[in-house]
């Protein structure tokens, strides 16, 4: 797999957690390939989720290991770290932290 990450030869749907799909699959590869936006459930990713003062909600998988903070970038959410988060855990002994800071690009005049 770890060669296959680095050639790029990976199907194009995120992998699940519990395993990762067959290679049995015809997925067109490449440019012109049809993507699938089709949302994904968090709980297929993460473990637990939790909703702190309504401020930011926190996506975690892992009991045990370092802790891996992992922050969004502008325009994206905590879910963006969801295959991240499914290859890591299945890699290493970890506790992976996803944090979504809600409405942190918005103008608090905006609200009102």
Same mark, same amino acid.
């Given at each position: 797999m770890e060669k296959q +990450? *680095? +050639?790029?030869? +990976?199907a194009s749907r995120p992998p699940?957690?519990?395993?990762?799909q067959s290679g049995g699959s015809k997925m067109k590869m490449g440019p012109g390939r049809k993507r699938d936006f089709t949302p994904l459930l968090w709980s297929q990713y993460f473990e637990t989720i939790e909703d702190v003062?309504?401020?930011?909600r926190l996506y975690c998988?892992?009991?045990s290991g370092p802790v891996l903070l992992l922050l969004h970038g502008g325009g994206h959410s905590a879910l963006s770290w969801?295959?991240?988060?499914a290859v890591i855990c299945s890699r290493i002994n970890c506790?992976?932290?996803a944090m979504d800071l809600?409405? *942190?690009?918005?103008?608090?005049s905006a609200s009102t």
């Open positions: +990450l *680095h +050639l790029n030869l +990976l699940m957690a519990g395993g990762f003062e309504n401020i930011f998988s892992g009991s969801a295959v991240f988060t506790r992976v932290v809600r409405a *942190h690009a918005m103008d608090p």
